[in-house]
């Protein structure tokens, strides 16, 4: 791999139904600053609206758009990074908002240090009317360095500020297409991704010096089908990492259950408030179960999708 191919980065959005709403996102990475780039679209959409809308756009050399039937976030980020070029990898998500320096300081936080693997940065919510609803987020204040997956816990980054080097998911297969948003288990893709990059021996850094501001403004009302959602498919990963790997899944889960008993937490995670613990565990507990029941292809680490029960 040349020096120039290394340094290179392709940043990757999977959207669905959008729209032209996507065109924000698609302008601000194609404006970045400082790094040589690819950005990669990937539209799941079930009409013509999101390519229209993106066609005067297409003629960039820069940007590449690809069509198609797949289902399911975690998918279309494996086809965007599938047919990347390049060894850095950037993703986010079709509704936010991109400084020129991302990619930028990305790409410095692999050239920095060698042994990282995966990178999560801040995802700031865009202004909003509070009374009227949310704006889902991450932001932590510092980093942190995950060596190994007990660190996990410290580090719960979203996908839509997230680098990786293509090394480390071609060893991990991938994103778990179960997993995320339009999947089956309809979240914690990232989550799952990260513990495994950590059991594989790659170290995952969070940092607050990479950050995106995110415009999925919800209404209130959708809080609590948001809430189990993410608890679900976070009972999901655990369930699986459980069967697999008991004893330092078990550890995790211990410290996950303090941390919600205590309400601890090294960051601001905003999903609607922090209402609604009930929901959140009787989500978590259900989607511990399906993770536990549903068959995993022991090369791969993936759920194996012929075999998904309904709970």
């Not at 987020?137 to 660190?151: C, E, K, N, Q, T």
């Not at 293509?166 to 339009?182: E, H, P, S, T, Y």
């Not at 613990?277 to 759920?303: E, N, P, Q, Y």
Request: net charge positive; aromatic share 8%.
């Amino acid at each position: 791999m040349t020096e120039q191919t290394s340094s290179r980065v392709t940043a990757v959005v999977s959207t669905r139904d959008r729209g032209g709403r996507v065109v924000r996102t698609v302008r601000d990475l194609l404006a970045s600053k400082g790094v040589a780039f690819d950005v990669t679209i990937v539209d799941q959409s079930k009409d013509d609206r999101t390519r229209d809308a993106l066609q005067p756009l297409l003629h960039d050399p820069r940007l590449r758009y690809l069509r198609s039937a797949c289902v399911g976030v975690a998918n279309g980020r494996n086809l965007g990074i599938e047919s990347a070029k390049t060894e850095l990898i950037a993703v986010t998500d079709d509704d936010c908002e991109i400084p020129p320096d991302w990619l930028q300081k990305l790409v410095a936080v692999f050239r920095d240090d060698p042994d990282i693997g995966v990178v999560f940065g801040n995802v700031v919510p865009g202004p909003h009317d509070e009374r009227a609803g949310f704006v889902t987020g991450y932001v932590r204040d510092g980093h942190f360095l995950a060596r190994d997956v007990l660190d996990k816990l410290e580090v719960e980054g979203i996908a839509a500020c997230l680098g990786f080097r293509k090394r480390v998911w071609q060893a991990l297969f991938g994103f778990d297409a179960m997993l995320g948003l339009g999947a089956r288990l309809r979240s914690a893709e990232e989550t799952d991704f990260a513990l495994r990059a950590l059991r594989a021996g790659y170290y995952v850094f969070e940092t607050s010096e990479l950050a995106v501001i995110h415009h999925g403004f919800r209404p209130r009302q959708s809080t609590r089908d948001l809430t189990q959602r993410n608890w679900y498919g976070t009972g999901a990963v655990f369930g699986k990492h459980l069967k697999q790997h008991p004893v330092s899944t078990a550890l995790l889960l211990s410290r996950l259950a303090r941390r919600f008993v205590f309400r601890l937490s090294p960051v601001a995670l905003s999903i609607g408030g922090p209402s609604h613990r009930m929901r959140k565990l009787v989500a978590f507990l259900r989607g511990l179960v399906c993770g536990l029941v549903i068959s995993v292809d022991r090369k791969t680490g993936h759920f194996v999708r012929s075999k998904t029960p309904r709970t």
